[in-house]
Structures are given as structure tokens and as C-alpha cells.
């Protein structure tokens, strides 16, 4: 058998097989047809007429409207520290930056750093950073140590 050259099929040549696809009903033309006047909607009522409004929930009160409104402000000057405390700080070596801690991943992410007084140290450690608690001054110059503030 010889084989039989078919033509490719094209975009635009492409058809709904016959009796697959029937006619859109025409509602609402005129009171002699079946679906004249209310259009197969009934007489009256919310279904009969057209949308509602984005919303409505039949007459209850409305979720937006129920759910109080936000309140408060959220401040732009803010000052936010990357806090560390003292008891932390003891195997870090000697001298201790904010740059150090970062690289260190005892701060999460760049910005201030504040050092806090919770935790014991014994050893003898220079720590700079943006801020300390007076608990952690007094601890770290009772062991010997030295806090200074960065700006």
C-alpha cells in the first residue's frame, strides 16, 4: 500500500463535531415564548432580579463590618537592636565587634547590637556595641572587661 499524504491539521480549521454543541437559549423576548417576560426566573424576590453587591450576606451584618477596624500606628523612628547577652559572649575571643558577632551568626542580621546582663562571664573581654543594660556594663567591668559604645 502506498502511503496517503494528509494534510496537517490547522488551528482555524478546527470544529465542534456536529450536534455537540446546542444553540444559546434566548431569554426574555417577548411574553409569546415559553421563556418570555420573567425569563424562567418566577415572579419576584432577590433571585429574580439582577446581582447582589460584593458582600452582602442577605441582610446580616457584614463580615467587613462586624471585624473591628486596625488600630494603633506602627512607628517609623523606631530604633530595633539585634540583642545579645553577656553570657553568650565568653567563647568569642577576647575583642568583640558587632561585625564579629554577625560573622559569628550570634546576630541574626545586620543593624545594632545591644548587649544584655543575663548570663555568668569570668572572663576578660573588650566588647563594643551600639547599646548596653547597665547589668551588662557592671558584669563585664566586674570581670575585668571593658564595654564601649559604637555609634
Keep these: 500500500m502506498a502511503e496517503e499524504e494528509r494534510t ?19 431569554v426574555g423576548r417577548g411574553e409569546g415564548g415559553r421563556r418570555g ?15 447582589t453587591r460584593l458582600g452582602f450576606e442577605g441582610g446580616q451584618l457584614p463580615l467587613v463590618q462586624r471585624v473591628p477596624k486596625a488600630k494603633g500606628f506602627r512607628n ?11 553570657g ?11 561585625e564579629l558577632l554577625k560573622e559569628k551568626g550570634v546576630v541574626p ?9 543575663d548570663g555568668e562571664i569570668t572572663a576578660s573581654l573588650a566588647v563594643k556595641a551600639h547599646a548596653f543594660s547597665k547589668s551588662a556594663v557592671a558584669k ?9 559604645v559604637v555609634s
Excluded: C, M, W
Design 8 to 26: 496537517p491539521i490547522k488551528l482555524h480549521d478546527l470544529r465542534p463535531p456536529a450536534g455537540a454543541r446546542s444553540k444559546k437559549v434566548r
Design 37 to 51: 417576560k420573567t425569563a424562567g426566573r418566577g415572579t419576584k424576590g432577590q433571585k429574580a432580579r439582577g446581582t
Design 76 to 86: 517609623p523612628f523606631r530604633v530595633s537592636y539585634n540583642v545579645v547577652n553577656v
Design 88 to 98: 553568650d559572649l565568653k567563647d568569642l575571643g577576647p575583642e568583640i565587634t558587632p
Design 109 to 117: 542580621h545586620k543593624g545594632l547590637v545591644k548587649v544584655l546582663g
Design 140 to 148: 563585664l567591668e566586674a570581670a575585668g572587661g571593658s564595654a564601649e
